[in-house]
Each structure stands twice: as structure tokens, then as C-alpha cells.
């Protein structure tokens, strides 16, 4: 049986690596790599050919550091607000043709397989010294559904599981069938975080994500451990700030998605008064300005400023 996933799906991902790896040319390949120094492009050559960063929702954690990094470092670049959907393609796209390209970037994600790309220091420390994800809660929910509880609080795992759960996924495979074959691969980590727990008789119970690779991965697959536990899980897809107030006025049950301290502050300071933060599910996570190595700069104040 599978579970429900209400929202919208995409399956733009796929279309990026085919586009990525479809053309062999001379450009140092077209994943962004470099061969020689001819392949480097210079500071003058990005300050003249680039005009944006290329951003995601505008409701992500990172857009805010990229909005505050704009003032902080006196960016003379527009920040486009699109979808991590189009961030990636637009990635593809501009690598394809060697041209220019810095993008609101994060870890785990699989653009870093993909492509030959950097994070660009940052002096200022705008983008923080790196989140861990976290597992939310509503309240209540450790009185009302203590296995569920028990089970969500238990889950942890590494950027590495999650990184091959997103690869598998963006290879075209089902998110569902990604998160079974991990859980197949993984049946001894799963087992830790079900110990002790009994099963219950289809339960439902509401998980909220927003429709980025890293939330696609861990929430697949914490339902699919639900499920084999006897819960009925649905998924509930939708923008970041609807995730937060969701778990906050009790119309969802749980998340895996909550990345802090640092990227998503706002809606902590803002919700953390009406839901449980579990703690940690996945340490390590980062996010930061990305660029293809070709640019041939390393840090954020090399980008161009306004005058
Ligand atoms: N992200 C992925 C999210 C959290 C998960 C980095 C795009 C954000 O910026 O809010």
C-alpha cells in the first residue's frame, strides 16, 4: 500500500540531468569542470554577464540569508525568486553554456554530483557555520500517537543516506520506491528507530514537507517506516511558512523539515512557543551561494558590488 501525497510533484529534476550530461563539448565538459586555466573565467567576465542570483521560493530559509548577504555585502545583483525545480535547471542551462551562474545553494543536494561547483566564502558569516535538519511536532502529539511520537523522535540518519535517497530520485526513480530501496539497504538503522515501539492499526497521521529534494527524501522515508508500522501516512506538501503554522495550529501532526538554527529562525522565533522541535535528524546540513568552478572566484565579496 502507499501513502497519500497531496500537493504537486516535479519532474524537472530528471529533465536537468539529462540536459547536463547530454553534450561532451570542449568547455571543460559541461558539468562545470575545468580542464585548464583557459577554462576559468574571469572577475571582469562575471561582473560584465551576470545580472541575478538565481533564487528558489521565496519563502525558503535561504532566500532570507540571501536577502540579508545582498545588503551586507552591497550585491549588485537582482535575487530571482523561483523554485528549486527551476534553480537546477537554470544551473544546467548556464553550465551548458559556460556562462555565469550563482545560485541559492544547500547540502545535502545532488547538484553536487552533478556538477563541479563551490560554495564562495563568506566572510560575514551570513549563511551561519552550517544547520542541522530537525524533526517538529505538534503539540500533543506525544499524548495522542506516542509510537508515531516515539518513532519520529528515534529517526536520525546522515547527509550520506539522505544524499542517496535525493540521487536516487533525481535518476528518475519514484520517490517511494527510493525511500524503500534506502530502507532495504538500511533495515538495521530503521530497526533503531522502531525498537521498542509497538505497532498500532492504521492510524493516520499527517506529515508536512515543502517540495525540496532533502524534505522529498527524509519525509519518504520516515512514512514508509511509519507505514511498516501500521500508521497510514499522508503527505502534505506546501510552502515553508504553511509547514511551520500547520504544526502550530495542529492541522498536521509532524515534520522533518525544520533546518536550525540558522535558516529557518524566522518561523522558529515566530512558532516555537505552539509546537515540540524533536531535535536533530540529520546533522551536517549547509547552506551558502554556489557557483560552477569555472568561476573563477571564492568568495562572496568577489562578487559585484553597487557602487
Ligand atoms: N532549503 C532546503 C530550505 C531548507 C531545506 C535550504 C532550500 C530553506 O532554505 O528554507
Known sequence: MNWKHIGTTSGLALVVTLAA???????GGSTGSVEDEADMMSQEDIAENLSV????????????????????YNIDLELDELSSAFMTQELATRIENHEPVVVTGWSPHWKFESFDLKYLDDPENVYGDGDNIHTIARLGLEDDMPEAYQIMDNFFWTPEDMETVMLDIEEGTDE???????????QDTVDEWTAGVE???????????????????????IAAVLEDMGFEPE???????YMWQSLADGSTDASVAAWLPLTHVNFMDQFEDDLEDLGPNL?????GLVVPEYMDIDSIDQLPTAE
Do not use: K
Open 176 to 186: 517511494q520506491e527510493a525511500a524503500r530501496n534506502w530502507i532495504n539497504d538500511n
Open 53 to 72: 542570483i538565481t533564487g528558489i521560493e521565496p519563502g525558503a530559509g535561504v532566500m532570507d540569508a540571501t536577502r540579508e548577504a545582498i545588503d551586507v
Open 199 to 221: 505497532e498500532v492499526d492504521g492510524q493516520q497521521i499527517d506529515l508536512a514537507l515543502v517540495n525540496w529534494d532533502t524534505e522529498v527524501a527524509s519525509t519518504n522515508v
Open 235 to 241: 503527505l502534505f506538501e506546501v510552502e515553508a511558512p
Open 21 to 27: 550530461c547530454g553534450n561532451g563539448d570542449d568547455n
Open 283 to 287: 546533522e551536517g546540513a549547509v547552506i
